[in-house]
């Protein structure tokens, strides 16, 4: 209905990639990291980091329905991290860069990105400011033809190896949200540290580091769009983010369920398998049915996307529903493996580490709700 030959060529493209590729070497990148430089150029060469970007810095020019095809396909992916590493490179690091930046930065930093030459991450969150981004503290000062910027993030997807930085600072002290800037930060200038890299609960195969600013000099030719205007740029980045979690979470939920099918199929208990077990297919049936409601939503966003309309609304229901849903559906398979389901060498036992971070990361569950409320209403 909504895919032709050449969705299904992209198709056809992302799954060799994720079947000879990384799946073969996730359980090894979950112990280490994933090495971005090395897997992005190899997925720049195939044209798979600038879909919906233009020709003209090295992207692909489709449309939404070619950018769906992509990240249902990285869904397939054995390890949430990897998606999620990504994703940041395209759709969370580098849209308001597409967008609003210079002709300059896009030839300087998005083209690079999106052949797959230089990694990129998003600078936001702060050790005390998080879902509330307006309370953010990381300072840019207006200095000559230079800001100078001051501070910390933390929980940076991609930091480690990342070589800029899409950075939201302040820039001025007023209240509202015409007091900040977005900026691209190159990693290899004087005053970027890297002070740690974090050990997180899941999402193990990616690298995630908190980022210190200690009077790093950046061009003021580095800013994306208007000064003061850093903080709506994001918020308008923050519907590509959170729209790039929904295709992956009904994907991999699905998988889930079939992995779980197959085991309790297999797994003989009083004498039946439990797949006999009423209570099991019904519980699984019930997850199944709220798969498909997200992908129908998923698919109406997209629609509304080709339309040109604003998605915001619908994007959060959908940012809220992933995160529940891909929860429930790991924490419930988990249940039926039993004591297998609670071993490390379980592929669920991944599943179920790496679903906790959909309802905390790219704005919280609660955030989500607000935005609904308001937007509703009340």
């Given at each position: ?5 050449e969705?299904?060529?992209l198709?056809?493209t992302?799954?060799?990639l994720?079947?000879?590729e990384i799946n073969?070497?996730i359980?090894?990148w ?9 897997l992005?150029k190899?997925?720049?060469d ?9 020709q003209?810095?090295?992207g692909q020019?489709?449309d939404?329905?070619?950018d ?13 991290g990897l ?20 002709e300059s ?10 052949a797959g ?18 309370g ?8 000559g ?14 930091g480690?190896q ?14 509202g949200f ?6 691209v930060?190159?990693?290899n200038l004087?005053g970027?540290v890297?002070?740690?890299k ?15 600013f200690?009077?790093?000099?950046v061009?003021a030719?580095?800013?994306i769009?208007?000064d003061?205007?850093?903080?709506i ?9 959170r ?6 979470a009904?994907?991999?939920?699905r998988?889930?369920i ?6 309790i ?10 797949i ?7 519980r699984?049936?019930d ?14 966003i997209?629609?509304?996307k ?36 609670y ?13 906790r971070?959909?309802?905390i990361?790219?704005?919280?569950d609660?955030i989500?709700?607000?935005?609904i409320?308001?937007?509703e209403?009340?």
């Amino acid at each position: 209905m909504y895919f032709n030959e050449e969705h299904n060529a992209l198709r056809a493209t992302v799954r060799r990639l994720v079947d000879r590729e990384i799946n073969p070497k996730i359980d090894e990148w979950e112990e280490t990291t994933v090495p971005l430089h090395e897997l992005f150029k190899k997925m720049g060469d195939l044209g798979l980091l600038g879909i919906t970007y233009d020709q003209k810095y090295g992207g692909q020019g489709l449309d939404y329905w070619f950018d769906l095809v992509f990240l249902e396909e990285l869904g397939h992916i054995k390890a949430g991290g990897l998606p999620m590493a990504i994703a940041v490179q395209t759709h969370m690091a580098t849209p308001a860069l597409h967008e609003y930046g210079s002709e300059s930065l896009k030839e300087t930093y998005l083209r690079p990105a999106v052949a797959g030459e230089m990694v990129s991450a998003i600078g936001v969150t702060e050790p005390g400011a998080g879902s509330d981004v307006a309370g953010l503290k990381t300072r840019a000062v207006r200095d000559g033809d230079s800001y100078v910027i001051n501070g910390s993030k933390i929980y940076i997807t991609n930091g480690c190896q990342a070589d800029f930085v899409t950075l939201l600072a302040r820039t001025d002290d007023k209240p509202g949200f015409h007091s900040f800037g977005l900026f691209v930060v190159p990693t290899n200038l004087p005053g970027f540290v890297v002070s740690r890299k974090l050990d997180k609960l899941g999402m193990r195969c990616s690298d995630t580091a908190e980022l210190f600013f200690d009077d790093l000099r950046v061009p003021a030719e580095n800013l994306i769009g208007e000064d003061g205007e850093g903080f709506i740029i994001q918020m308008k980045q923050f519907q590509h983010e959170r729209f790039s979690a929904l295709p992956g979470a009904y994907v991999s939920a699905r998988d889930t369920i079939n992995m779980t099918m197959n085991y309790i199929s297999q797994r003989t208990a009083f004498g039946k398998p439990l797949i006999k077990n009423q209570v099991l297919r019904h519980r699984l049936v019930d997850w199944i049915t709220d798969i498909e409601c997200l992908k129908q939503l998923t698919y109406h966003i997209v629609r509304m996307k080709m339309k040109g309309l604003d998605v915001t609304r619908e994007v959060s229901m959908g940012k809220l529903l992933a995160g529940q849903l891909s929860f429930n559906v790991s924490n419930g398979c988990l249940q039926m493996f039993g004591g297998m389901g609670y071993m490390n060498e379980s592929l669920i036992t991944r599943n179920f580490r790496d679903s906790r971070l959909l309802s905390i990361g790219g704005g919280a569950d609660e955030i989500m709700k607000e935005i609904i409320a308001r937007l509703e209403g009340f």
